[in-house]
């Protein structure tokens, strides 16, 4: 069984940056793609980037491309996500998910991952 935890969330000003942590139990995770969804009240939860399990393929929702960066370290079995130029309307619960499709591509469909954490909420005030 595989075990995400998120960290890293929190309140920050309009502008401001964060980076969120996913940190995983499972002894495969170089091999699984890592997506980040998030969810905002009375919203459908949503797709915000993904990288594959090398981290040599990228993929992001079109509202955070150009502000928000996905990485890995596959040695610390954890994925970031980069979060810059923040706006009021990327205020939402943080999700980081795991697909263990072996794939040099990624999904941007919560059906195509296996695995989730917890969440952490994000805040970011005007």
């Known amino acids: 069984q595989v075990q995400l935890v998120e960290s890293g969330g929190g309140l920050v000003q309009a502008g401001g940056s964060l980076r969120l942590s996913c940190t995983t139990s499972g002894r495969a995770f170089s091999s699984y793609a890592m997506g980040w969804f998030r969810q905002a009240p009375g919203k459908e939860r949503e797709f915000v980037a993904a990288i594959n399990w090398s981290g040599s393929y990228t993929y992001y929702a079109d509202s955070v491309k150009g502000r928000f960066t996905i990485s890995r370290d596959n040695a610390k079995r954890t994925v970031y996500l980069e979060m810059n130029s923040l706006k009021p309307e990327d205020t939402a619960v943080y999700y980081c998910?795991?697909?263990?499709?072996?794939?040099?591509?990624?999904?941007?469909?919560?059906?195509?991952?296996?695995?989730w954490g917890q969440g952490t909420q994000v805040t970011v005030s005007s």
């Open positions: 998910a795991a697909d263990p499709t072996i794939s040099n591509y990624v999904s941007r469909t919560r059906e195509a991952y296996d695995y």
